[in-house]
């Protein structure tokens, strides 16, 4: 039964009556025999691949793993996604890119402590790093080495590593979003850092994908909804800093 619905979602089973036909026919001709069964590998084979594109992304997949491809894809957005265009950003690519990069600092895991090491030494030389493609590139080889990076991803790949890259930039504001939930519990009330209103940060994230999200048809269905405030956006982001993850 499985392997006919199998061929009737492939087109091939021929119809009831030929269905009908083939279990009441026990003269089957091997021809027939031959290529029902071609067609009943094939099913199976189309099932598997389907089985396979679901389960094979998630497979061994742990925190440790959004981490680590979040990280892939923050730095190679840092190589092929904030400059276009030669010469030194302007001003209003210039402030998007460092309320990011500040975002991603306070609300960023210790366990990304390669990504926040990064972050460091780009902010600490902000004005060299928004000079340009080149200059941006040496502090990144200077604060995490001198190696070619492979661009290997994890996750969700659906075995193209080359959809990894989208995956993991969603992985990070996945990952920004809930930390800063956690910056925020555990900011002090007199001492140590101010807490992020949830607007700012939605602000911030609103604004990095409009400048820097190279993906056009991702950047425009996702500012799309931002700005038209799809899930009660506007009305559930506010001045006011959020200790819970629901927001």
């Known amino acids: 039964q499985g392997v006919d619905v199998w061929l009737r979602e492939l087109g091939l089973d021929g119809g009831e009556g030929a269905a009908d036909d083939v279990g009441g026919n026990e003269r089957e001709s091997s021809s027939s025999a031959t290529k029902r069964e ?14 396979k594109a679901r389960v094979v992304p998630f497979r061994e997949h742990d925190v440790h793993d959004a981490w ?19 010469g030194p950003l302007p001003p209003q690519k210039s402030r998007a890119f460092r309320e990011w990069l500040e975002l991603l600092r306070a609300s960023l895991p210790h366990q990304m402590g390669r990504t926040r090491h990064l972050i460091e030494g780009i902010m600490e030389n902000f004005e060299v790093a928004s000079g340009g493609q080149s200059s941006l590139n040496e502090l990144t ?12 991803w994890r996750t969700c790949t659906y075995g193209d590593n080359h959809m990894g890259y ?17 910056h925020n519990r555990n900011a002090g009330e007199d001492f140590g850092p101010a807490m992020i209103a949830t607007l700012h940060a939605s602000e911030t994230l609103r604004n990095y994908i409009d400048h ?6 991702c950047r425009m269905n996702f500012l799309s909804m931002y700005d038209t405030c799809a899930f009660d956006g506007c009305h559930r982001l506010s001045e006011n800093p959020s200790t819970s993850e629901r927001e």
């Open 166 to 182: 989208t995956c993991g930039l969603w992985q990070l504001f996945h990952v920004m979003s809930v930390g800063v939930v956690e």
């Open 68 to 86: 680590a491809d979040a990280s892939t894809s923050f730095e190679f957005a840092l190589r092929n996604g904030i400059y276009m265009e030669n």
């Open 141 to 152: 080889r200077k604060w995490v080495g001198p190696e070619e990076p492979s661009w290997k």
């Open 38 to 51: 071609k067609l009943q590998k094939a099913a199976a084979a189309a099932s598997a691949k389907r089985e």
């Open 212 to 217: 820097f999200f190279q993906c056009d048809v």
